[in-house]
Protein backbone atom coordinates (compact mmCIF):
# COMPACT_ATOMS: atom_id res chain seq x y z
CA UNK A 1 0.00 0.00 0.00
CA UNK A 2 1.35 3.31 -0.90
CA UNK A 3 2.42 6.12 1.52
CA UNK A 4 2.58 9.71 0.82
CA UNK A 5 3.00 12.86 2.73
CA UNK A 6 -0.42 13.49 4.78
CA UNK A 7 -3.02 16.74 3.70
CA UNK A 8 -2.45 19.69 6.10
CA UNK A 9 -5.76 20.44 7.41
CA UNK A 10 -6.81 22.89 10.62
CA UNK A 11 -9.67 21.83 12.51
CA UNK A 12 -11.96 24.50 14.72
CA UNK A 13 -10.72 25.30 17.98
CA UNK A 14 -14.05 23.72 19.88
CA UNK A 15 -13.08 20.19 18.06
CA UNK A 16 -9.19 20.98 19.15
CA UNK A 17 -10.42 21.54 22.57
CA UNK A 18 -12.54 18.60 23.03
CA UNK A 19 -9.93 16.34 21.12
CA UNK A 20 -7.54 16.76 24.48
CA UNK A 21 -9.79 16.12 27.42
CA UNK A 22 -10.46 12.94 28.68
CA UNK A 23 -13.51 10.91 26.77
CA UNK A 24 -16.38 10.45 29.64
CA UNK A 25 -17.42 6.93 28.00
CA UNK A 26 -15.12 5.34 30.51
CA UNK A 27 -11.96 3.08 29.67
CA UNK A 28 -11.67 -0.01 27.54
CA UNK A 29 -10.16 -3.06 28.83
CA UNK A 30 -6.79 -2.12 27.65
CA UNK A 31 -5.37 -5.90 29.10
CA UNK A 32 -7.95 -7.24 27.39
CA UNK A 33 -7.15 -5.65 23.93
CA UNK A 34 -3.11 -6.19 24.79
CA UNK A 35 -3.51 -9.94 24.94
CA UNK A 36 -5.85 -10.08 21.75
CA UNK A 37 -3.18 -7.78 19.81
CA UNK A 38 -0.75 -10.41 20.31
CA UNK A 39 -2.91 -13.41 19.97
CA UNK A 40 -3.43 -12.06 16.27
CA UNK A 41 -0.04 -12.92 15.48
CA UNK A 42 -0.78 -16.37 15.48
CA UNK A 43 -3.25 -16.14 12.79
CA UNK A 44 -0.41 -14.17 10.67
CA UNK A 45 2.06 -17.43 10.96
CA UNK A 46 4.00 -19.42 7.58
CA UNK A 47 5.26 -22.59 8.56
CA UNK A 48 4.76 -25.24 10.88
CA UNK A 49 2.36 -25.01 13.55
CA UNK A 50 3.16 -25.01 17.39
CA UNK A 51 1.25 -27.50 19.32
CA UNK A 52 0.53 -24.30 21.53
CA UNK A 53 -1.20 -22.81 18.66
CA UNK A 54 -4.15 -20.84 20.04
CA UNK A 55 -5.89 -19.55 16.68
CA UNK A 56 -6.64 -22.93 16.02
CA UNK A 57 -8.65 -23.17 12.34
CA UNK A 58 -5.29 -22.11 11.05
CA UNK A 59 -2.84 -24.96 9.88
CA UNK A 60 0.98 -25.72 8.79
CA UNK A 61 1.26 -23.68 5.75
CA UNK A 62 4.53 -22.53 3.23
CA UNK A 63 6.59 -25.72 4.17
CA UNK A 64 8.35 -25.43 1.46
CA UNK A 65 8.85 -22.10 0.98
CA UNK A 66 12.45 -21.16 -0.09
CA UNK A 67 12.96 -24.39 -2.16
CA UNK A 68 13.24 -22.38 -5.46
CA UNK A 69 16.55 -21.35 -3.77
CA UNK A 70 17.65 -24.43 -2.21
CA UNK A 71 17.45 -22.71 0.93
CA UNK A 72 14.86 -22.93 4.35
CA UNK A 73 12.42 -19.88 4.37
CA UNK A 74 9.73 -21.35 6.22
CA UNK A 75 8.47 -19.55 9.23
CA UNK A 76 7.69 -15.71 9.63
CA UNK A 77 4.44 -13.76 8.86
CA UNK A 78 1.81 -12.95 6.41
CA UNK A 79 1.82 -9.25 6.05
CA UNK A 80 -1.96 -8.83 5.87
CA UNK A 81 -4.47 -10.56 4.41
CA UNK A 82 -2.59 -12.49 1.93
CA UNK A 83 -0.55 -15.37 1.48
CA UNK A 84 2.67 -13.62 0.86
CA UNK A 85 6.23 -13.20 3.07
CA UNK A 86 7.03 -9.46 2.23
CA UNK A 87 10.44 -8.53 4.72
CA UNK A 88 9.87 -4.82 4.57
CA UNK A 89 6.82 -4.34 6.41
CA UNK A 90 7.88 -7.85 8.36
CA UNK A 91 10.91 -6.69 9.62
CA UNK A 92 9.46 -3.17 10.91
CA UNK A 93 6.80 -5.29 12.52
CA UNK A 94 9.46 -7.09 14.27
CA UNK A 95 11.30 -3.51 15.53
CA UNK A 96 8.27 -2.07 16.37
CA UNK A 97 7.26 -5.27 18.40
CA UNK A 98 11.04 -5.45 19.91
CA UNK A 99 10.92 -1.62 20.92
CA UNK A 100 7.15 -2.54 22.88
CA UNK A 101 8.73 -5.11 24.54
CA UNK A 102 12.01 -2.73 25.71
CA UNK A 103 9.85 -0.03 26.75
CA UNK A 104 6.78 -1.29 28.22
CA UNK A 105 7.58 -4.89 29.41
CA UNK A 106 7.00 -4.35 32.83
CA UNK A 107 3.83 -3.38 32.17
CA UNK A 108 2.80 -6.24 30.45
CA UNK A 109 2.26 -8.84 32.48
CA UNK A 110 1.29 -12.33 31.46
CA UNK A 111 1.78 -11.41 27.82
CA UNK A 112 5.44 -10.27 27.84
CA UNK A 113 5.89 -13.93 27.01
CA UNK A 114 3.65 -13.93 24.45
CA UNK A 115 5.48 -10.54 23.06
CA UNK A 116 8.36 -12.28 23.07
CA UNK A 117 7.00 -15.57 21.16
CA UNK A 118 5.98 -13.27 18.38
CA UNK A 119 9.12 -11.34 17.90
CA UNK A 120 10.79 -14.68 17.82
CA UNK A 121 8.48 -16.27 15.17
CA UNK A 122 10.22 -13.24 13.26
CA UNK A 123 13.79 -13.16 14.06
CA UNK A 124 14.00 -16.75 13.58
CA UNK A 125 12.39 -16.23 10.01
CA UNK A 126 14.66 -12.77 9.72
CA UNK A 127 18.15 -15.18 10.48
CA UNK A 128 17.52 -17.44 8.01
CA UNK A 129 17.21 -15.03 5.37
CA UNK A 130 20.03 -13.27 6.68
CA UNK A 131 22.28 -16.29 7.48
CA UNK A 132 21.27 -19.21 4.44
CA UNK A 133 23.39 -17.72 1.65
CA UNK A 134 26.77 -15.39 1.96
CA UNK A 135 26.40 -12.66 -0.48
CA UNK A 136 22.56 -12.25 -0.11
CA UNK A 137 19.84 -11.09 1.87
CA UNK A 138 16.28 -13.04 0.83
CA UNK A 139 13.23 -10.46 1.45
CA UNK A 140 10.53 -11.88 0.43
CA UNK A 141 8.96 -15.51 -0.38
CA UNK A 142 5.48 -15.37 -2.42
CA UNK A 143 4.89 -13.89 -6.26
CA UNK A 144 2.29 -10.91 -4.74
CA UNK A 145 1.23 -10.62 -8.66
CA UNK A 146 -0.10 -13.69 -8.92
CA UNK A 147 -1.40 -14.48 -5.12
CA UNK A 148 -3.29 -11.02 -5.68
CA UNK A 149 -5.44 -12.72 -8.07
CA UNK A 150 -6.07 -15.74 -5.82
CA UNK A 151 -8.38 -15.99 -2.75
CA UNK A 152 -7.35 -18.99 -1.04
CA UNK A 153 -6.60 -20.47 2.20
CA UNK A 154 -2.65 -20.49 3.09
CA UNK A 155 -2.92 -23.73 3.80
CA UNK A 156 -3.85 -24.64 -0.20
CA UNK A 157 -1.62 -22.28 -1.42
CA UNK A 158 -0.92 -23.12 -5.34
CA UNK A 159 0.89 -20.24 -6.38
CA UNK A 160 4.21 -20.08 -7.12
CA UNK A 161 6.58 -19.46 -4.41
CA UNK A 162 8.74 -17.42 -5.81
CA UNK A 163 12.44 -16.06 -3.56
CA UNK A 164 13.70 -12.54 -3.56
CA UNK A 165 17.09 -11.44 -2.74
CA UNK A 166 19.31 -8.25 -2.63
CA UNK A 167 22.67 -8.35 -3.24
CA UNK A 168 25.91 -6.68 -4.08
CA UNK A 169 25.06 -5.62 -7.47
CA UNK A 170 21.02 -5.51 -6.74
CA UNK A 171 21.36 -3.75 -3.44
CA UNK A 172 18.24 -2.65 -0.89
CA UNK A 173 19.65 -0.78 1.93
CA UNK A 174 15.69 -0.14 2.85
CA UNK A 175 15.07 -3.51 3.54
CA UNK A 176 18.34 -4.20 5.01
CA UNK A 177 18.81 -1.53 7.41
CA UNK A 178 15.42 -2.49 8.63
CA UNK A 179 16.33 -6.21 8.75
CA UNK A 180 18.96 -4.83 10.90
CA UNK A 181 16.97 -2.80 13.59
CA UNK A 182 15.07 -6.16 14.31
CA UNK A 183 17.71 -7.97 14.61
CA UNK A 184 19.65 -5.68 16.75
CA UNK A 185 16.11 -4.34 18.75
CA UNK A 186 15.07 -8.23 19.49
CA UNK A 187 18.82 -8.64 20.40
CA UNK A 188 18.02 -6.50 23.64
CA UNK A 189 14.67 -8.40 23.74
CA UNK A 190 16.61 -11.57 24.28
CA UNK A 191 19.81 -10.33 26.48
CA UNK A 192 19.02 -11.21 29.48
CA UNK A 193 16.72 -14.35 29.53
CA UNK A 194 18.57 -16.38 26.38
CA UNK A 195 21.85 -14.67 26.29
CA UNK A 196 23.21 -17.15 22.90
CA UNK A 197 20.41 -16.28 21.03
CA UNK A 198 20.82 -12.42 22.01
CA UNK A 199 24.18 -12.52 20.99
CA UNK A 200 23.33 -14.73 17.49
CA UNK A 201 20.71 -11.97 16.75
CA UNK A 202 22.83 -8.99 17.27
CA UNK A 203 25.89 -10.43 15.40
CA UNK A 204 23.52 -10.86 12.11
CA UNK A 205 22.35 -7.51 12.42
CA UNK A 206 25.81 -6.01 12.72
CA UNK A 207 26.61 -7.68 8.97
CA UNK A 208 23.34 -7.20 8.04
CA UNK A 209 23.98 -3.15 8.34
CA UNK A 210 27.51 -3.36 6.94
CA UNK A 211 25.94 -4.94 3.93
CA UNK A 212 23.03 -1.68 3.81
CA UNK A 213 25.85 0.58 4.23
CA UNK A 214 28.64 -0.46 1.80
CA UNK A 215 26.20 -1.44 -1.14
CA UNK A 216 23.81 1.57 -1.58
CA UNK A 217 20.16 1.36 -3.44
CA UNK A 218 16.46 1.31 -3.27
CA UNK A 219 15.17 -2.66 -3.16
CA UNK A 220 12.17 -1.30 -4.84
CA UNK A 221 14.74 -0.57 -7.87
CA UNK A 222 16.22 -3.77 -7.78
CA UNK A 223 12.98 -5.95 -7.57
CA UNK A 224 10.72 -3.77 -9.26
CA UNK A 225 6.99 -5.73 -9.65
CA UNK A 226 7.82 -8.24 -7.14
CA UNK A 227 7.71 -5.52 -4.05
CA UNK A 228 5.82 -2.26 -6.09
CA UNK A 229 3.34 -1.06 -5.55
CA UNK A 230 2.89 -3.16 -2.74
CA UNK A 231 5.50 -2.17 -0.54
CA UNK A 232 7.71 0.12 -2.27
CA UNK A 233 10.45 2.11 -0.64
CA UNK A 234 8.74 5.62 -1.18
CA UNK A 235 11.02 7.32 1.36
CA UNK A 236 14.02 6.24 -0.03
CA UNK A 237 16.95 4.24 1.96
CA UNK A 238 18.48 6.99 4.00
CA UNK A 239 15.63 6.46 7.12
CA UNK A 240 15.98 3.04 7.46
CA UNK A 241 20.27 3.24 7.03
CA UNK A 242 19.58 5.98 10.48
CA UNK A 243 17.32 3.64 12.18
CA UNK A 244 18.90 0.82 11.69
CA UNK A 245 22.35 2.35 12.70
CA UNK A 246 20.15 4.16 16.18
CA UNK A 247 19.76 0.64 17.00
CA UNK A 248 23.00 -0.63 16.59
CA UNK A 249 24.04 1.82 18.76
CA UNK A 250 21.84 1.20 21.69
CA UNK A 251 22.42 -2.33 21.22
CA UNK A 252 26.50 -1.83 21.35
CA UNK A 253 27.61 2.08 22.61
CA UNK A 254 29.85 1.70 19.22
CA UNK A 255 30.33 5.17 18.66
CA UNK A 256 31.15 3.84 14.84
CA UNK A 257 27.44 3.60 14.82
CA UNK A 258 27.06 7.11 16.28
CA UNK A 259 29.23 8.74 13.69
CA UNK A 260 27.32 7.26 11.13
CA UNK A 261 23.99 8.30 12.64
CA UNK A 262 25.58 12.08 12.25
CA UNK A 263 26.58 11.42 8.07
CA UNK A 264 23.29 10.93 7.52
CA UNK A 265 21.46 13.64 7.73
CA UNK A 266 17.38 14.82 8.56
CA UNK A 267 14.24 14.36 7.15
CA UNK A 268 12.89 17.58 5.70
CA UNK A 269 9.96 17.54 8.37
CA UNK A 270 7.97 14.52 8.27
CA UNK A 271 4.72 14.13 10.00
CA UNK A 272 4.25 10.23 9.53
CA UNK A 273 5.92 7.02 10.89
CA UNK A 274 5.23 4.12 9.08
CA UNK A 275 7.06 0.35 7.72
CA UNK A 276 8.08 3.06 4.70
CA UNK A 277 9.42 6.08 6.61
CA UNK A 278 11.27 6.01 9.73
CA UNK A 279 12.78 9.18 10.23
CA UNK A 280 10.11 10.18 13.19
CA UNK A 281 10.77 6.51 14.92
CA UNK A 282 14.76 7.15 14.53
CA UNK A 283 14.62 10.44 16.08
CA UNK A 284 12.39 9.53 19.11
CA UNK A 285 15.27 6.48 19.55
CA UNK A 286 17.87 8.87 19.83
CA UNK A 287 16.57 11.76 21.70
CA UNK A 288 16.17 9.68 24.64
CA UNK A 289 19.33 9.32 24.65
CA UNK A 290 19.34 12.82 24.77
CA UNK A 291 16.83 12.59 27.78
CA UNK A 292 18.03 10.01 29.59
CA UNK A 293 21.57 9.75 29.37
CA UNK A 294 21.74 13.90 29.21
CA UNK A 295 23.94 13.29 26.41
CA UNK A 296 24.22 16.92 24.53
CA UNK A 297 25.47 15.14 21.60
CA UNK A 298 21.95 14.17 20.77
CA UNK A 299 20.42 17.47 21.27
CA UNK A 300 19.72 17.47 17.27
CA UNK A 301 17.51 14.47 17.80
CA UNK A 302 15.29 15.89 20.28
CA UNK A 303 14.50 18.98 18.51
CA UNK A 304 14.08 16.44 15.76
CA UNK A 305 11.38 14.63 17.43
CA UNK A 306 9.83 17.35 19.08
CA UNK A 307 9.31 19.14 15.52
CA UNK A 308 7.40 16.06 14.35
CA UNK A 309 5.49 16.04 17.99
CA UNK A 310 4.39 20.19 16.94
CA UNK A 311 3.30 18.78 13.80
CA UNK A 312 1.23 16.31 14.76
CA UNK A 313 -0.70 18.17 18.16
CA UNK A 314 -3.63 19.49 16.49
CA UNK A 315 -3.32 22.48 18.76
CA UNK A 316 -0.04 23.09 17.62
CA UNK A 317 0.66 26.21 15.54
CA UNK A 318 3.04 23.67 13.19
CA UNK A 319 0.41 21.32 12.97
CA UNK A 320 -0.18 19.65 10.45
CA UNK A 321 -2.32 16.39 10.94
CA UNK A 322 -5.97 16.01 10.15
CA UNK A 323 -8.84 14.86 12.30
CA UNK A 324 -11.93 13.91 12.01
CA UNK A 325 -14.44 14.73 13.49
CA UNK A 326 -14.81 12.22 15.50
CA UNK A 327 -11.67 12.95 16.57
CA UNK A 328 -9.52 10.40 14.79
CA UNK A 329 -5.94 11.36 13.20
CA UNK A 330 -6.04 10.89 9.52
CA UNK A 331 -3.22 10.47 7.55
CA UNK A 332 -3.83 8.68 4.66
CA UNK A 333 -7.15 7.42 2.62
CA UNK A 334 -5.76 3.41 2.90
CA UNK A 335 -5.24 1.60 6.28
CA UNK A 336 -5.36 5.24 7.93
CA UNK A 337 -4.83 3.06 11.66
CA UNK A 338 -1.03 2.16 10.38
CA UNK A 339 -0.29 5.39 10.96
CA UNK A 340 -2.59 6.24 14.11
CA UNK A 341 -0.75 3.17 15.92
CA UNK A 342 2.87 4.38 15.07
CA UNK A 343 2.39 7.70 16.11
CA UNK A 344 0.30 6.97 19.20
CA UNK A 345 3.45 4.89 19.76
CA UNK A 346 6.07 7.40 19.81
CA UNK A 347 3.91 9.86 21.90
CA UNK A 348 3.57 7.37 24.80
CA UNK A 349 7.24 6.69 23.96
CA UNK A 350 8.62 10.31 24.29
CA UNK A 351 6.15 11.06 26.98
CA UNK A 352 7.82 8.78 28.89
CA UNK A 353 11.02 10.19 28.23
CA UNK A 354 9.78 13.56 29.11
CA UNK A 355 8.31 12.48 32.51
CA UNK A 356 11.50 10.54 33.47
CA UNK A 357 13.34 14.13 33.36
CA UNK A 358 10.28 16.58 34.25
CA UNK A 359 11.56 17.84 30.59
CA UNK A 360 8.86 19.92 28.64
CA UNK A 361 9.29 21.65 25.54
CA UNK A 362 7.57 24.26 23.25
CA UNK A 363 5.20 24.40 19.94
CA UNK A 364 5.68 27.92 18.66
CA UNK A 365 3.68 29.44 22.48
CA UNK A 366 2.25 26.47 23.23
CA UNK A 367 3.74 24.42 26.22
CA UNK A 368 3.95 21.09 26.08
CA UNK A 369 4.10 18.36 29.20
CA UNK A 370 3.60 14.58 28.61
CA UNK A 371 0.56 14.40 29.66
CA UNK A 372 -0.76 16.55 26.39
CA UNK A 373 1.38 13.13 24.54
CA UNK A 374 -0.36 11.14 26.40
CA UNK A 375 -4.22 12.01 26.04
CA UNK A 376 -3.85 12.76 22.37
CA UNK A 377 -2.35 8.92 22.06
CA UNK A 378 -5.23 7.92 24.43
CA UNK A 379 -7.94 9.40 22.77
CA UNK A 380 -6.44 7.26 19.78
CA UNK A 381 -6.19 4.10 20.84
CA UNK A 382 -9.54 4.23 22.66
CA UNK A 383 -11.08 5.20 19.18
CA UNK A 384 -9.90 2.08 17.93
CA UNK A 385 -11.60 0.20 20.25
CA UNK A 386 -14.36 1.13 20.10
CA UNK A 387 -14.95 5.30 21.60
CA UNK A 388 -16.22 6.78 18.51
CA UNK A 389 -19.12 7.85 16.74
CA UNK A 390 -20.30 4.81 15.20
CA UNK A 391 -19.18 2.60 18.50
CA UNK A 392 -17.07 0.28 16.45
CA UNK A 393 -13.94 -1.41 17.74
CA UNK A 394 -11.86 -1.71 15.18
CA UNK A 395 -10.12 -4.54 17.01
CA UNK A 396 -11.80 -7.64 15.54
CA UNK A 397 -13.13 -10.17 18.57
CA UNK A 398 -12.38 -6.72 20.68
CA UNK A 399 -16.11 -5.33 22.12
CA UNK A 400 -19.72 -5.97 21.09
CA UNK A 401 -19.24 -4.67 17.54
CA UNK A 402 -16.42 -5.22 15.06
CA UNK A 403 -15.50 -5.58 11.90
CA UNK A 404 -17.13 -9.10 10.47
CA UNK A 405 -16.28 -9.45 6.87
CA UNK A 406 -12.35 -8.40 7.06
CA UNK A 407 -10.20 -8.48 4.01
CA UNK A 408 -8.28 -11.58 4.63
CA UNK A 409 -8.12 -14.89 3.28
CA UNK A 410 -8.28 -17.70 5.93
CA UNK A 411 -10.16 -15.42 7.93
CA UNK A 412 -13.20 -15.74 5.17
CA UNK A 413 -12.89 -18.95 4.32
CA UNK A 414 -14.29 -22.47 5.53
CA UNK A 415 -11.08 -23.65 7.75
CA UNK A 416 -10.01 -27.07 6.88
CA UNK A 417 -11.72 -28.86 9.99
CA UNK A 418 -14.96 -27.30 8.38
CA UNK A 419 -13.42 -27.82 4.69
CA UNK A 420 -10.67 -30.37 4.21
CA UNK A 421 -11.60 -30.30 0.11
CA UNK A 422 -8.82 -28.17 -0.89
CA UNK A 423 -9.98 -24.34 -2.18
CA UNK A 424 -7.67 -23.60 -5.41
CA UNK A 425 -6.73 -20.26 -6.48
CA UNK A 426 -10.25 -19.00 -8.08
CA UNK A 427 -12.39 -20.83 -5.91
CA UNK A 428 -12.70 -18.87 -2.91
CA UNK A 429 -14.26 -15.80 -4.59
CA UNK A 430 -17.30 -17.88 -5.02
CA UNK A 431 -19.11 -18.43 -2.96
CA UNK A 432 -16.75 -16.84 -0.06
CA UNK A 433 -15.35 -13.34 -1.12
CA UNK A 434 -18.29 -12.32 -2.48
CA UNK A 435 -20.82 -13.30 -0.03
CA UNK A 436 -22.00 -10.79 2.46
CA UNK A 437 -22.03 -13.54 5.48
CA UNK A 438 -19.28 -13.26 8.21
CA UNK A 439 -16.29 -14.50 8.08
CA UNK A 440 -16.74 -17.90 9.27
CA UNK A 441 -13.44 -17.46 11.72
CA UNK A 442 -12.70 -14.88 13.58
CA UNK A 443 -9.31 -13.42 13.53
CA UNK A 444 -9.31 -12.26 17.29
CA UNK A 445 -7.15 -8.81 17.69
CA UNK A 446 -6.85 -8.20 14.08
CA UNK A 447 -6.81 -4.13 13.96
CA UNK A 448 -8.24 -3.68 10.03
CA UNK A 449 -7.43 0.11 7.98
CA UNK A 450 -10.13 1.85 9.86
CA UNK A 451 -12.80 4.22 9.19
CA UNK A 452 -12.69 7.04 6.08
CA UNK A 453 -12.37 10.56 6.97
CA UNK A 454 -15.82 10.64 7.99
CA UNK A 455 -15.85 8.29 10.33
CA UNK A 456 -17.43 5.94 8.25
CA UNK A 457 -17.10 2.54 8.13
CA UNK A 458 -18.83 -0.17 5.67
CA UNK A 459 -17.78 -3.70 7.09
CA UNK A 460 -17.12 -4.82 3.27
CA UNK A 461 -14.94 -7.53 2.51
CA UNK A 462 -13.63 -6.49 -0.82
CA UNK A 463 -12.75 -2.69 0.64
CA UNK A 464 -9.02 -3.60 1.35
CA UNK A 465 -8.42 -0.18 2.51
CA UNK A 466 -10.49 -0.29 5.66
CA UNK A 467 -10.98 -3.94 6.44
CA UNK A 468 -7.73 -5.55 5.60
CA UNK A 469 -5.55 -6.51 9.04
CA UNK A 470 -1.69 -5.90 8.61
CA UNK A 471 1.49 -7.04 11.00
CA UNK A 472 2.39 -3.31 11.53
CA UNK A 473 -0.66 -2.34 12.46
CA UNK A 474 -0.96 -4.33 15.52
CA UNK A 475 2.55 -4.19 16.16
CA UNK A 476 2.99 -0.45 16.73
CA UNK A 477 -0.44 -0.60 18.68
CA UNK A 478 1.36 -3.34 21.62
CA UNK A 479 3.53 -0.37 23.37
CA UNK A 480 0.46 2.12 23.67
CA UNK A 481 -2.16 -0.93 25.02
CA UNK A 482 1.24 -1.95 27.58
CA UNK A 483 1.41 1.79 28.71
CA UNK A 484 -2.76 2.15 29.77
CA UNK A 485 -3.11 -1.28 30.80
CA UNK A 486 -0.54 -0.72 33.65
CA UNK A 487 -1.75 2.96 34.51
CA UNK A 488 0.19 6.03 33.44
CA UNK A 489 3.00 6.11 35.76
CA UNK A 490 7.10 5.58 34.73
Known amino acids: MAMRRGVSLRCCCLFLFLLLIENAHGNPNYREALAKSLLFFQGQRSGRLPKDQQITWRSNSGLSDGLFAHVDLTGGY ?6 VKFNFPMAFTTTMLSWSTLEYGKKMGPELQNARAAIRWATDYLLKCATATPGKLYVGVG ?68 FAMQYRGAYSDSLGSAVCPFYCSYSGYKDELLWGAAWLFRATNDVTYYNFIKSVGDDGGTDVFSWDNKFAGAHVLLARRALLNRDKNFEPYRQEAEDFICRILPNSPFTTTQYTQGGLMYKMPESNLQYVTSISFLLTTYAKYMKATKHYFN ?12 NLAKRQVDYILGVNPIKMSYMVGFGPNFPRRIHHRGSSLPSLANHPQSIRC ?20 AIVGGPNQNDGFPDDRSDYSHSEPATYINAAMVGPLAYFAGGKSG
Open 78 to 83: YDAGDN
Open 143 to 210: DPNADHKCWERPEDMDTVRSVYSVSASNPGSDVAGETAAALAAASLVFRKGDPRYASLLLRTAKNVLQ
Open 363 to 374: CGNMVVNPGLLT
Open 426 to 445: DGGFEPFFHSSNPNPNILVG
